[in-house]
């Protein structure tokens, strides 16, 4: 075995499976895989977004899933490498309706970790380079409708003498990136949004706001940033892109409309979708609804005694309208983690006396430190000059499982505390209270676990550790009053601003909101991983809870998730709605049960 | 010589090349190119766009403009080829402030042609990549001005208490895609537009209008069009990527603003620039000031006796409406070029009964032939699978002399006249006249010579070959009547519609209605080469006359050209304005005199 290079130990690996597969044997298949191993199949086989574990659970998955689907014509796409011991390379392969791409790692010959993708469905291509639309119908038609008076005609008619396919609530990036995708695979879709145009939900937020992911990791799908977008993007920068995206691509945006209700009818198979557009009540009928509100659910807005007395400005961080009214006034700011540094130091910027109330430990992460550490090999120029594009950059994260991704990054985040040990030396000689993690891994599973509790310190940090910001740590708010905050220390802060930067709740709140209860308990809590951590309760469920995968509720989505996410999935959330759409059978294995609502 | 490879030959005649400049030595730089032999500058050395032809105005341009800047650094870029005992190669270079690209053509080892473009300024390179702008400034800044509040202020007070380097006016095409270059260069611009919105001028036209240079050859500077983007772009999308691209590239443009008058003002080297922005005068004082007007410069309209009497609709073509009013109306058109043929076809399409008056001949070319023949090397699916990406189809397109180019293109029309021969029988058939350019080298070269005398077939052609748009040739309009129209061989067409597709003037026909008749006659007639064909006079002058070049007025630019064109000349012209702006010598070489004013 060790005489076979690298590229020839992966295609030998490859027929072998292909091989086993062709006979129909799970058992030679599964036999082809260590004890210690992955599957993780996005669509493809499993149309669902879902990880198989272990040998056992990896056989079954060929048995139920993979056997079933008509596997075939693997190959290795390019060389493999190896490195440390674990040979990949990246793997073409179809099914009966579908072509796949994926990447496999081996140790000792058998699959350590083996990501399969869907890429397209047969017969139904996105239509691009050779094989682009034409545009114009040479040669001569008498009645021909131009572009503008098909786009306009499918404007007037939709939701009024035709019904999308998709109704899409939300028109942030996420909405947007799922309906540029359905657009190109010819998925009537609206999405609906409640501000006038998109990027409102950027424009609208204080004013200091910008991206903390780099540019690299946040490309829209099809259309990348062009190389001199700043790394960094200040809010109204992208939400002028966000607005020209929506426009070039076509998308059926109704801004200025609000979804008010939506129920399913079973009996159709429909939804019943109200909303209000410009004023006007109307009612969609789509066939699948899709919920991209935000990753971040509905407000946590905490009930606090005296609340109501308040005689100054009082709000959760999603309508802090930013610092300029706050001048020589008294800010105090409840919330330790990305918004309250955010907001606190705008506000110091602007001449506010501002203090942050910490409740419970924050993971900082310094922004350089972060791009050198854990994105520069995926999402940098370096990674684009050694030729790793936004496509592969984001294939390569998700060949990772989840739960292997803490011994990943466990590693880089020690380096981080080494690096910048004065730092946090720094912030914990003033109160601050520090976390890498509940088991150390750092940043992103933090995110993945409770899309909260850490903050990407862009200079916030220097004025807390400056005494700049003041801080209050290890106590929780005990009443408001007219013009103070008393905690449960019993000390009382004066103040004439009051930002709760609490947080969200799930995002099934808002199906609560706008289904209901029965629907939003039945598809349960969104995000996590069931990690056993701090807002993530087991059992382990291996991949994020209802994100861009059918969920317990028929026809019902969650599409969301940061720029990455938004690009990268909802691809594989278009390929299950089209499928559905064009009747292609679509057995979803691997549902997780619902353990929590909440 | 002939056991060198192409690779080592080209490397050895930039070695030749390189020594003889560091030595000073002009003679024996000119000794490396033959007699009959090209250097083709832009604006590198000459700070012009200027063809030196022959190898005694080769050596000229070696001591008056290459050995004053300075070269150093010649090298190849990857291998040479050879073909047809043709040997050529990419090639850098550098000057005293300059960075440069080009390409060259050897045959025995002598150069043929030789292309230098400069692609950078030293000290003011375009930041992208791993320079582009990080966008935010982290850390705290009090009286920090976020992205936003910087734009508002720039836009609030350009022309009012600072006013821009340069002032383009007309914001089609040509100007976006030179505002893009300037803004990228940091020269602060102002574009004016008359209509509302960019992209206006196109959506403005006839309804059925599209593109008809496919998307490969079309692409804006810096963000190109996305794979799934039509092959032909109706006139509606286009205009709305052109808006788009106007916001995302943060480009100053200032629509609803129409320029009354310009005027240089030599004592202050300025110029002052009068427009009116929504309602209100404003005086613009930049230091430059371009006429991207359009390679259409005023149109052309006959003045013929009666017009004022007609009852029924008449105008130029490029005031058409479409044809949606024309229903069973007889329309006539006057002219058998592309915009005569457009209209006819929309015309016949919405069922009037048309006339197309043609009064000499035209080059037809068929859509499909025109890109399989002309295009496929350079701006198709194929050539950019083959490696051939826009910028290096420009620059190929760009290393052809003018002188050389008909002798390059005649056997590519030879194949297309033999190719679609039973097409152009139809035609003559029903006494449609033909021709393919004076000298037989087709569609291009009539487009650089006049700007017209063409049409590329997307379907007219058909409906004239049938008889559903009815032909007139060999006569001219004698007058018109209330309801009629009257040919020089006493013929009469009744008309409900008279439309005048007849063409526009000289660019500088501009610069006559916004400067001043002597101003347009000092800078002269714009466009041509000096062929000695129909409108296009000799001296033969090698390059389009004050294309994105100084002209014989301080100060004063055209750009435009189509977007090919745009594209790529957009580059030198940004490159020039910007030495200027910072104080860089820009010693011209190769002014040509005015031989026409129009």
Known sequence: MSDRTPTQQVSDWLTALGGALDRGDAAAAAALFGDDS?????????????????????REMIERAVLPAKPSAWQLEGEGTEAGGVTEGWI?????????YGHVRLIAGKAWTL???MTELKGFEEHKGSTRDKGVEHGVHPDRKTWLEQR??????????????????????????????????????????????????????????????????????FLPFPEHWPVFSPKDKIADWLEMYTKVM?????????????AYDERNAEWTVEVVRNGRRMTLRPRQLVLATGMSGVPNMPSVPGMETFKGDLHHSSKHP???????????????????????AALWEAGADVTMVQRSSTHVARSDTLMELLLAGLY???????????????????????????????????????????????????????????????????????????????????????????????????????????????????????????????????AKQLIGKEVADKVGKCWGLGSGTCNDPGPWEGELRNMWKPTHQEALWFHGGNLHQSRHYSQFLALQLKARMEGIPTPVYGMEPVYHVS
């Open 38 to 58: 992955y599957w993780r199949d996005l669509v493809t086989f499993t149309w669902n977004i879902t990880t198989a574990e272990g040998n056992a659970k990896v």
């Open 92 to 100: 073409r392969f179809e099914t009966g309706v579908a072509r796949g």
């Open 115 to 117: 990501l399969t993708t």
């Open 152 to 221: 306009q005609q499918e404007d007037a008619q939709l939701g009024i003498t035709t019904q999308p396919y998709v109704v899409i609530v939300g028109g942030g990036q996420g909405g947007i990136a799922l309906g540029a995708r359905l657009r190109r695979l010819n998925v009537p879709t609206v999405i609906v949004e409640k501000n006038e145009r998109p990027g409102d939900s950027w424009r609208k937020r204080y004013k200091s706001l910008c991206l903390h992911d780099p540019v690299w990791y946040d490309h829209l799908p």
């Open 250 to 262: 076509e998308l059926n945006y109704w801004g200025g409309t609000e979804c008010t209700s939506a």
């Open 322 to 344: 930013g610092p300029d009214n706050y001048t020589g006034k008294k800010a105090v700011v409840i919330g330790s983690n990305n918004s309250g540094h955010d907001i606190c």
């Open 380 to 510: 940098s120029e370096a990674a684009v000059k050694a030729g790793v594009t936004t496509d592969k950059a984001d294939l390569i994260f998700a060949s990772v499982p989840y739960k292997v991704l803490p011994s990943l990054h466990a590693p880089a985040f020690a380096e981080m505390k080494k690096r910048d040990a004065e730092f946090y030396g720094r912030l914990e000689k003033v109160g601050f209270r520090l976390d890498f993690g509940e088991d150390d891994s750092g940043l992103f599973l933090k995110y993945l676990r409770r899309g909260s509790g850490y903050y990407i310190d862009v200079g916030a940090s220097e004025l807390v550790a400056d005494g700049k910001i003041k801080l209050k740590t290890g106590v929780e708010v005990d009443r408001i009053t007219e013009r103070s905050v008393v905690f449960t220390d019993g000390s009382e802060l004066p103040a004439d601003l009051i930002v709760f930067a609490t947080g969200y709740g799930s995002m099934n709140g808002w």
